[in-house]
């Protein structure tokens, strides 16, 4: 179901600290914590021993007291304490996983341990690069992470869907222009003379007619950058554009669930908090939208009784291609 020889992201880097926190990944229960000098470890959530989950038990030191018998794991997984026994057999061990900290975000590696490739990690550096000012987030959907996908890649449903914030009659009636090269995939489209939707207009006071942009890139197993724009029509040298780039990552939990996280930045008022503030709630509200849709095509789908298949407009040109990957590279890793 899952491509495993890749790195997704299994948190936001603000959520770890010195507790334990649980998480499902790919069908894998996994525990993550830092160490007292602050780095980053994900063990696999179930204790050797009795298959009690790690994240229920406490922190000592930078080892994990498992809460049912207080064995005790390091941050490689070794059990390194047994309460009234010094012989301690070497497959008293949990697995670890590869981490690496970088754009703001802690990802795992969830396959071959010798294929972890810190290089290979997808760039999201707008999360953190200078002049650019990001507001991120996370939220879990009850969903497949395909679905997801497919909502993020196909941006029509915006003027049905976002009539509120990033919504407007442009991009339903505007052609997109899709293209595959390799694992990527292209989507385009481009708007001119249309109507600002609301959050544009909130965002950057825009008081005549844009010409707006969606340029949209998809790697996988389930990374999305959105550049999305928009400037007073005819305006060539973009000086009152609003521009950002919107980052998405996802990361499937369970069949039908996934982690969704996500980042917005801007290369305009940067040092406007009241503008981070403003895009942010907008934002959340545009993604709860989102996941009303999303979940509920999730619930249709599995009560279907007939099993029928998703079918194809050509506003799906991109996800197809997107879904066509995912399931090419699942195969070969399944084949190798």
Not at 169 to 182: I, K, Q
Not at 232 to 237: A, F, L, S, V
């Amino acid at each position: 179901m899952y491509i495993k020889n890749s790195w997704y992201v299994a948190a936001d880097a603000d959520e770890l600290g010195r507790s334990l926190l649980g998480r499902w990944i790919c069908d894998e229960p996994v525990v993550l914590f830092r160490k007292e000098d602050g780095t980053a470890v994900i063990l696999e959530d179930r204790c050797p021993h009795r298959k009690f989950a790690l994240s229920k038990g406490e922190l000592v030191g930078d080892e994990i007291q498992c809460g049912y018998h207080g064995m005790r794991f390091d941050g490689a997984g070794t059990c390194t304490f047994v309460p009234a026994q010094d012989n301690i057999p070497p497959r008293l061990k949990a697995r670890a996983y590869p981490v690496e900290e970088r754009h703001g975000w802690v990802w795992i590696w969830m396959g071959d341990p010798a294929q972890a490739d810190a290089e290979l990690i997808p760039d999201y550096h707008w999360n953190t690069a200078e002049g650019w000012a990001p507001v991120k987030g996370y939220l879990n959907f009850s969903a497949d992470y395909k679905l997801l996908v497919d909502n993020l890649l196909d941006l029509t449903h915006e003027t049905y869907v976002h009539q509120r914030t990033i919504g407007n009659h442009a991009v339903a009636h505007t052609p997109m222009e899709t293209r595959a090269e390799g694992d990527t995939v292209y989507v385009d489209r481009v708007m001119k003379d249309c109507a600002p939707p609301p959050l544009f207009k909130k965002a950057r006071g825009f008081t005549t007619n844009i010409d707006r942009w969606q340029h949209i890139w998809f790697k996988p197993p389930a990374n999305i950058w959105i550049d999305a724009g928009g400037v007073p029509t005819g305006d060539n040298d973009r000086t009152n554009a609003l521009n950002w780039m919107v980052l998405n990552s996802i990361t499937p939990e369970r069949a039908g669930s996934c982690h969704y996280f996500w980042g917005v930045s801007r290369c305009f008022s940067q040092d406007d908090a009241e503008i981070g503030e403003l895009i942010r709630n907008q934002i959340i509200a545009t993604f709860e939208e989102d996941r009303d849709i999303i979940e509920t095509q999730q619930r249709y789908i599995e009560t279907d009784p007939n099993d029928k298949p998703l079918l194809a407009a050509n506003c799906d040109a991109g996800n197809v291609h997107a879904r066509r990957i995912i399931d090419r590279l699942i195969a070969a890793e399944a084949a190798a």
